[in-house]
């Protein structure tokens, strides 16, 4: 180690700053050099002095809390002169919390409801049978080889009949999911037009008619009828729609389920 080096690292060597390695060196050098031993010493003078008690002024006591009093005025000075601290805002405040949270919520219960999301899939359903060709699983205008296709498959036995002198020939039946659930689906016919007819049990065992419904040119017809849930789906006009459903009521309740 030379000189220059030796006068970098006193500082850090008088105040213990140095790996063991370094002190060695330093150390070493120190015992073999006058110049840098005296500025070592020198050093050592200083930092004794700096420590005497004379150099050192305690606070009065008290000044700690005339420090705290002239704070505190000064931040009442501040503060806008009152409005904080009128007595409605107390009341007003936590209404505004909570008006705020029932802003908030409000978006979440405003979504669509249960009953417009089946509606949705009930339409998409209809959509997916016309489109990849799955129209039917049983393919049959009997109605006696229709019902009996779901047993085994459905825990119900979803009320078949066909409608064919009525103009509504039955084309078949499959199975679909809606509600969370297996259901039947029946497939009826008007000219060219689809009819999807699903239906699953309900917990509702009265009479109940749901609005008609048309979504994305398809109109959607429902009721609940002997504890079952009908959704009608086609996109034939609506007044036809409604007679249809109109026959399969009648027959639903006439014939044996
Ligand atoms: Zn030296």
Not at 32 to 45: H, K, V
Not at 169 to 191: F, S
Not at 193 to 199: K, M, Y
């Amino acid at each position: 180690m030379d000189c220059t080096n030796a006068q970098t690292l006193l500082d850090g060597y008088l105040d213990g700053e140095l790996d063991p390695l370094r002190n060695l060196e330093i150390e070493e050098h120190l015992h073999g050099c006058a110049r840098c031993s005296q500025s070592y010493s020198d050093r050592q003078i200083i930092r004794g002095g700096l420590k005497t008690e004379s150099l050192y002024f305690k606070a009065p006591a008290d000044l700690r809390k005339r420090i705290q009093r002239s704070v505190r005025q000064a931040a009442k000075a501040e503060a806008p002169a009152g409005w904080l601290s009128w007595p409605w805002l107390r009341v007003a405040a936590p209404l505004a919390a909570t008006a705020l949270v029932v802003l908030m919520l409000v978006p979440i219960f405003g979504g669509p409801s249960s009953d417009e999301l089946l509606t949705q899939d009930v339409v998409a359903s209809h959509i997916r049978s016309l489109m990849v060709n799955h129209l039917a699983d049983v393919r049959s205008t009997d109605e006696h080889t229709v019902k009996p296709w779901f047993n085994g498959k459905l825990d119900f036995s979803p009320p078949v009949s066909d409608l064919a002198k009525q103009g509504f020939p039955l084309v078949g039946g499959r199975l679909d999911y809606l509600n969370n659930r297996p259901v039947a689906a029946l497939v009826y016919q008007r000219d060219k037009h689809v009819i999807n007819v699903f239906v699953w049990p309900s917990d509702n065992s009265g009479q109940t008619v749901g609005p008609v419904k048309t979504q994305q040119g398809y109109h959607v017809i429902r009721w609940t009828s002997s504890g079952m849930n009908f959704w009608v789906v086609s996109d034939l006009e609506q007044n036809q729609l409604a007679k249809f459903t109109d026959l399969l009521k009648s027959s639903a309740t006439t014939s044996p389920t």
